[in-house]
């Protein structure tokens, strides 16, 4: 009985935390349009943010807006983001679960 005690307390004390879901950003509008609230891309092209890692998608934001990826429409949206902005999309994708994609919308 001592073992399965001591065997239930550890894995308590190392089992992850449940985090709670990261509130939708302010700033996700001008995100979703191309690659969708989802994370889900939603125009040929854009790719699919849901379920990327963290930092990754933290840094390239910032690569974005500082100039350091040369992609002019990224450059003009991330531009006036500040790095608590950033986080919050990058947290928010991070945090969404790749599903089937969205089929494409018309290009008018």
């Known amino acids: 009985m001592r073992i ?13 935390a ?8 302010a ?6 349009a191309c690659h969708g609230e989802d994370g889900m891309a939603r125009i040929p092209g854009a790719p699919n943010l ?13 690569q974005y807006r500082d100039g350091r990826r040369d992609i002019p429409v990224m450059r003009a ?12 999309l990058a947290q928010w994708f991070s945090a ?3 599903a089937a994609p969205h089929p494409p919308r018309a290009v008018q």
């Open 96 to 98: 969404q679960n790749p």
């Open 4 to 16: 399965l005690t001591t065997a239930a307390l550890a894995l308590a004390f190392t089992a992850p």
């Open 18 to 25: 449940l985090a709670a879901p990261p509130a939708k950003p």
């Open 77 to 88: 949206a991330t531009g006036p983001l500040s790095d608590a902005e950033l986080d919050q």
């Open 50 to 62: 849901a379920g990327q890692k963290l930092d990754y998608l933290r840094e390239a934001l910032r």
């Open 27 to 32: 700033r996700l509008g001008l995100c979703a």
